[in-house]
């Protein structure tokens, strides 16, 4: 049946992190290698209250058709928040989505045609990699350092080449945890401003913060090329799939068009309920508790790496975010590691899915916001015991 399939979907690797955590299902296994928000702290009961008081108020208009663009009201809120942010946005420059994944796959059906130079973070968030991958994208990988991107290699890339897009997650970084830092952000900037590469801002982690100071967007350093996505996975919850891209107007009328033809409109039902969340309740107010929880979690784990950890191992310490980047010794690969943990009962995701064309390579990510503090000691301590055992 292959010879059916379109190159467009043959060409791609089916998720590697599913393959390898095929094994990981087992739940007495710890596992640090979901990337899952705590669901400990869904606000299901004012969500529940929120969808009453809906069909109490609005009944059946909750459940019709609507426009492709969003709910203009939950538009709005977006428009707000980006305010209060120092982001002067336009109500028409926000397009819902299906997630910020969405976003992902509608700037690759509408600005990537087959062949097109991507610039990439390595290690990048592995579901960019496969969005852009469909539409058979080459990519241009440029190094993730504890601070941004290598800028010498950044420079070498827009000079020997044309790219479309560059692709970035500058706060709490999918897979690293890091963040650019101001100096950084500019350094992109002013190197992508002798270009005509659209920026891609992702940033669903922003707002997560339980260290350091907020940094410039983007969105200034270089508004005419820069693209942001946005969710409400990590702030509200995933479940309901519903994000945003903000995007200047003529790449905005081609991303209807495509929104369009994929699914008319996200679910209309998810935006009203989240609209009316959002204005019964103070998600600020909420994120505080989610950023105060996360910051523990990752303390809890900072704690017991240093504890239980071999020395030779150096990890990078976040300020925000769902993750945690680990290195190993050079000789160590994080496949061989992920086998003896499996055994000892803990995962993690291996460094290779986050890397193009990179095999057995010696980093991996944790993820903490998932797992409880007591556990997250427990599972560390097997971790490290294998490590050692290794060493
Ligand atoms: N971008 C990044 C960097 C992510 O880590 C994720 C989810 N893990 C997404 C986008 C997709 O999120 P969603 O579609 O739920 O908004």
Avoid at 26 to 35: K, L, R, T, V, Y
Avoid at 43 to 53: G, I, S
Avoid at 96 to 108: E, P, R, Y
Avoid at 169 to 178: E, K, L, R, S
Wanted: aromatic share 10%; net charge negative.
């Amino acid at each position: 049946m292959n010879e059916l399939f379109s190159n467009r979907i043959s060409s791609v690797s089916p998720s590697f992190i599913r393959e390898i955590l095929k094994v990981a299902v087992d739940p007495s296994i710890i596992s640090f290698a979901g990337g899952l928000p705590n669901r400990d702290l869904f606000p299901v009961e004012a969500l529940q209250k929120a969808t009453n008081d809906l069909f109490n108020d609005s009944g059946k208009d909750i459940l019709q058709y609507s426009s492709t663009e969003g709910y203009l009201p939950l538009r709005e809120l977006i428009v707000a928040d980006y305010k209060n942010k120092g982001l002067d946005i336009h109500v028409d420059d926000i397009l819902i989505t299906n997630g910020s994944q969405q976003g992902l796959d509608l700037l690759g059906k509408v600005l990537i045609n087959e062949g097109d130079q991507v610039i990439i973070e390595e290690p990048g968030y592995l579901g960019a990699i496969q969005s852009f991958e469909v539409y058979a994208a080459q990519f241009n990988p440029v190094t993730v350092h504890q601070d941004g991107v290598d800028i010498n290699q950044l420079e070498e890339i827009v000079t020997s080449s044309s790219s479309k897009l560059m692709y970035t997650v500058p706060n709490f970084q999918n897979p690293a945890g890091i963040s650019y830092s101001n100096e950084n952000r500019r350094a992109v900037a002013k190197c992508l401003s002798k270009t005509k590469t659209f920026l891609i801002e992702d940033n669903p982690y922003g707002d997560l913060r339980f260290a350091g100071e907020n940094k410039i967007s983007f969105k200034t350093l270089l508004p005419e090329q820069t693209i942001l996505l946005g969710s409400f996975s990590k702030t509200v919850v995933p479940g309901f799939r519903l994000g945003w891209i903000v995007a200047p107007k003529p790449l905005m009328d081609k991303l209807v068009i495509a929104k369009q033809a994929g699914d008319l409109h996200s679910n209309y039902f998810c935006q009203r309920i989240l609209h009316r969340f959002l204005i019964d309740n103070d998600l600020q107010k909420h994120i505080k508790k989610i950023v105060s929880v996360y910051g523990k979690q990752k303390q809890v784990m900072e704690d017991a790496i240093k504890q239980y950890f071999p020395k030779e191992v150096t990890y990078l310490n976040p300020e925000g975010g769902m993750f945690l980047w680990v290195t190993l010794p050079e000789k160590l690969s994080a496949m061989t590691v992920f086998d003896k943990a499996i055994e000892q009962k803990v995962a993690f995701v291996p460094g290779d899915p986050f890397y193009i064309n990179k095999r057995d390579l010696n980093t991996l990510r944790l993820n903490f916001s998932s797992v409880d503090p007591d556990v997250i000691k427990e599972g560390i301590q097997r971790l490290g015991k294998v490590l050692h055992d290794l060493l």
